[in-house]
């Protein structure tokens, strides 16, 4: 092998790969990224058996080939020179990678003993816009659960039909579902659940993608195709759970806040609740002289540190209700919504509150109140 590439984009070709690499693996393999000539383009390519990510940089190829070399060296050591081009060439495992001002040469491994990552057939392809997909993942995977005990529910849900996608995730505390228009699609239905670190990945990917991203899913993996960078990932197997019906339609109390004023209050609570698993109590109690407006009580309390309460004035229908919250489940969602009007809309003490925008009805943020 030997080509010649912009240490630029070689750097942010390594950053991206090198980011799924395992630290340690029963694998050793695996702590390697893999050099391929493709095409006419270098190809990076990394997995951990569960994620790959394929990511082709613009180079001259003066002569095919392919190796394997240790992820973490190869990528400090792109990383920290300071070339407009560098050249690489191979002579057996031995790779000399050369500038201007730096040189090294870094002991690999034969292409051969690396993983394939997998080719998707393309069964069911979708493509969606680059931005929607951004923001449906920003608004999306933090609800996902943290632990494997119900490992479909560390996932990200995916239920494509006709012309929309919606994504949900859900730790059975919380549940956000955020739906986008498909630009093009089969007009089939289909749904799958992705990782959340596959996920997670993909949403730093995007950064450095086009206008559109195509998905294409073959049963069980699924391919997120961004122009010049592939993301390939197992899914998971199993059944969701029917999420939709937790979602509340009638409600006792309702409120509309601004965004930033409900954030700040909440978070003063939460310095209080610390001790108390971050619950806080919200106060609604609508004014009976003017309809329309009422008072928003937020509260923290700690047994062995005080206790703070802190009043706005807020729109307001429905009856007086008080009901505690995980605070960090509120503050958590609020940074993802776009609007600067919240909505607050409760369906009593022991019920799911649901927390929306004041504008376009495409994203919808659930959470249950905690016990008394």
């Not at 560098?86 to 990678?97: E, P, R």
Request: glycine share 6%.
């Amino acid at each position: 092998m030997k080509i010649t590439c912009v240490q630029e984009n070689l750097q942010k070709a390594l950053a991206h790969t090198s980011r799924i690499i395992p630290s340690r693996s029963s694998l050793p393999i695996l702590e390697n990224v893999l050099f391929s000539t493709d095409q006419g383009r270098l190809k990076v390519s990394a997995t951990d058996l569960e994620l790959g990510i394929n990511y082709w940089v613009g180079a001259k190829i003066e002569e095919d080939g392919s190796l394997a070399l240790p992820s973490r060296l190869t990528t400090e050591f792109i990383s920290n020179i300071k070339e407009d081009k560098v050249s690489i060439k191979s002579q057996g495992v031995d790779v000399s990678i050369e500038g201007e001002k730096y040189n090294a040469t870094i002991k690999g491994i034969e292409s051969e003993d690396y993983p394939l990552i997998p080719d998707i057939t393309k069964d069911f392809i979708f493509s969606v816009s680059t931005k929607d997909l951004q923001t449906a993942i920003s608004q999306v995977a933090f609800s996902s659960a943290a632990d494997n005990a119900r490992p479909v529910l560390s996932g990200v849900y995916f239920s494509f039909d006709k012309d929309t996608l919606k994504m949900a995730a859900t730790d059975s505390y919380r549940l956000a579902e955020k739906t986008i228009k498909v630009v093009k699609g089969e007009k089939v239905a289909k749904n799958f659940i992705v990782p959340s670190r596959a996920i997670m990945e993909l949403g730093k990917l995007l950064k450095d993608s086009g206008d559109k991203v195509e998905v294409c899913f073959d049963g069980n993996q699924v391919l997120f195709s961004l122009g010049s960078i592939h993301l390939v990932s197992r899914l998971i197997d199993g059944q969701y759970p029917n999420y939709t019906q937790i979602i509340p339609t009638d409600f006792e109390s309702e409120i509309e806040v601004d965004k930033e004023e409900l954030f700040t209050v909440c978070k003063v609570a939460s310095l209080f609740a610390r001790e108390s698993a971050n619950s806080i109590k919200i106060n609604i109690k609508p004014d009976k002289n003017k309809e329309g407006v009422g008072i928003l009580a937020i509260t923290g309390q700690g047994n062995q540190i005080g206790e703070s309460t802190s009043k706005i004035t807020v729109k307001a229908l429905g009856k007086e209700l008080e009901v505690s919250f995980n605070a960090k489940y509120i503050l958590d969602v609020l940074p993802n919504i776009l609007e600067k009007k919240i909505k607050l809309k409760l369906a009593g003490k022991i019920n799911p509150c649901l927390i929306q925008g004041d504008g376009k009805q495409d994203y919808t943020y659930v959470i249950m109140p905690l016990r008394a």
